[in-house]
Protein backbone atom coordinates (compact mmCIF):
# COMPACT_ATOMS: atom_id res chain seq x y z
CA UNK A 1 0.00 0.00 0.00
CA UNK A 2 1.13 3.45 -0.82
CA UNK A 3 2.03 5.64 1.68
CA UNK A 4 -0.30 8.69 2.40
CA UNK A 5 0.78 12.12 0.99
CA UNK A 6 0.45 15.07 2.89
CA UNK A 7 0.61 18.80 2.55
CA UNK A 8 4.10 19.07 3.03
CA UNK A 9 5.22 16.29 1.54
CA UNK A 10 3.20 17.47 -1.98
CA UNK A 11 5.27 20.92 -1.38
CA UNK A 12 8.63 18.46 -0.74
CA UNK A 13 8.59 16.81 -4.15
CA UNK A 14 10.37 18.04 -6.95
CA UNK A 15 10.26 17.83 -10.67
CA UNK A 16 13.11 14.98 -11.75
CA UNK A 17 14.01 14.18 -15.46
CA UNK A 18 10.85 12.84 -16.57
CA UNK A 19 7.30 13.11 -15.76
CA UNK A 20 6.00 11.21 -12.73
CA UNK A 21 2.96 10.41 -10.87
CA UNK A 22 3.05 9.67 -7.23
CA UNK A 23 0.37 7.72 -5.88
CA UNK A 24 -2.34 8.76 -2.58
CA UNK A 25 -2.64 6.35 -0.15
CA UNK A 26 -5.89 7.96 1.20
CA UNK A 27 -7.40 8.07 -2.15
CA UNK A 28 -7.87 5.24 -4.50
CA UNK A 29 -6.98 6.12 -7.56
CA UNK A 30 -5.35 9.88 -6.84
CA UNK A 31 -2.11 10.92 -8.08
CA UNK A 32 0.05 13.55 -7.64
CA UNK A 33 1.53 14.54 -11.44
CA UNK A 34 4.77 16.45 -10.68
CA UNK A 35 6.43 17.71 -14.59
CA UNK A 36 9.90 17.86 -15.26
CA UNK A 37 9.64 21.82 -15.08
CA UNK A 38 8.13 21.53 -11.34
CA UNK A 39 4.56 22.00 -12.29
CA UNK A 40 2.35 20.03 -10.46
CA UNK A 41 -1.40 18.61 -10.87
CA UNK A 42 -3.79 16.03 -9.29
CA UNK A 43 -4.94 13.20 -11.78
CA UNK A 44 -7.24 10.16 -11.22
CA UNK A 45 -7.04 6.80 -12.75
CA UNK A 46 -9.64 4.56 -12.97
CA UNK A 47 -11.75 2.34 -15.68
CA UNK A 48 -14.21 3.44 -17.68
CA UNK A 49 -17.25 1.30 -17.79
CA UNK A 50 -16.51 -1.23 -20.86
CA UNK A 51 -12.63 -2.19 -18.71
CA UNK A 52 -10.54 0.39 -20.03
CA UNK A 53 -8.12 2.22 -18.18
CA UNK A 54 -8.53 6.23 -18.09
CA UNK A 55 -6.90 9.33 -16.35
CA UNK A 56 -9.01 12.62 -15.57
CA UNK A 57 -6.63 15.58 -14.94
CA UNK A 58 -8.54 17.03 -11.91
CA UNK A 59 -6.44 20.26 -11.36
CA UNK A 60 -3.52 22.26 -10.71
CA UNK A 61 -2.10 21.59 -6.84
CA UNK A 62 -3.12 24.91 -4.75
CA UNK A 63 -0.54 25.78 -2.63
CA UNK A 64 -2.25 28.96 -0.96
CA UNK A 65 -3.74 27.18 1.87
CA UNK A 66 -7.09 28.38 1.52
CA UNK A 67 -9.81 25.42 1.09
CA UNK A 68 -12.74 26.34 -1.74
CA UNK A 69 -15.85 26.80 -0.76
CA UNK A 70 -19.18 25.45 -2.76
CA UNK A 71 -18.87 23.20 -5.31
CA UNK A 72 -15.46 21.25 -6.25
CA UNK A 73 -15.14 21.73 -9.73
CA UNK A 74 -13.06 19.64 -12.12
CA UNK A 75 -9.98 22.08 -13.62
CA UNK A 76 -9.79 23.99 -10.61
CA UNK A 77 -6.41 24.27 -8.66
CA UNK A 78 -7.01 21.94 -5.86
CA UNK A 79 -5.12 21.63 -2.67
CA UNK A 80 -4.73 17.73 -1.04
CA UNK A 81 -7.92 18.02 0.96
CA UNK A 82 -10.24 19.22 -2.04
CA UNK A 83 -8.73 16.47 -4.51
CA UNK A 84 -9.27 14.25 -2.40
CA UNK A 85 -12.92 15.18 -2.00
CA UNK A 86 -13.15 15.74 -5.56
CA UNK A 87 -11.89 12.17 -6.15
CA UNK A 88 -14.16 10.73 -3.91
CA UNK A 89 -16.93 12.69 -5.98
CA UNK A 90 -16.10 11.28 -8.85
CA UNK A 91 -15.82 7.84 -8.04
CA UNK A 92 -19.80 7.71 -6.33
CA UNK A 93 -20.52 9.07 -9.94
CA UNK A 94 -19.02 6.39 -11.28
CA UNK A 95 -20.73 3.95 -8.95
CA UNK A 96 -24.18 5.24 -10.33
CA UNK A 97 -23.02 4.06 -13.74
CA UNK A 98 -21.70 7.18 -15.57
CA UNK A 99 -18.89 7.44 -18.01
CA UNK A 100 -16.88 10.03 -16.09
CA UNK A 101 -14.38 10.57 -18.92
CA UNK A 102 -16.63 10.35 -21.83
CA UNK A 103 -19.14 13.18 -19.31
CA UNK A 104 -15.95 15.70 -19.26
CA UNK A 105 -14.89 14.97 -22.41
CA UNK A 106 -18.42 16.19 -23.64
CA UNK A 107 -18.70 19.14 -21.54
CA UNK A 108 -15.41 20.29 -23.19
CA UNK A 109 -16.58 19.98 -26.11
CA UNK A 110 -20.05 22.11 -25.40
CA UNK A 111 -17.77 24.80 -24.10
CA UNK A 112 -15.59 24.71 -26.81
CA UNK A 113 -18.36 25.04 -29.08
CA UNK A 114 -19.69 27.84 -27.29
CA UNK A 115 -17.00 30.15 -27.50
CA UNK A 116 -16.62 29.75 -31.18
CA UNK A 117 -19.73 31.82 -30.89
Not at 76 to 99: M, W
Amino acid sequence: MSKALTDASVRKLKGEATRREVRDGMAQGLYLVIQPSGAKSWALRFRRPDGSPAKLTLGPVDFSGREPTGELVVGTPLSLAAARALAAEQHRQRKRGIDIAESHRSERQKLSLKGRR
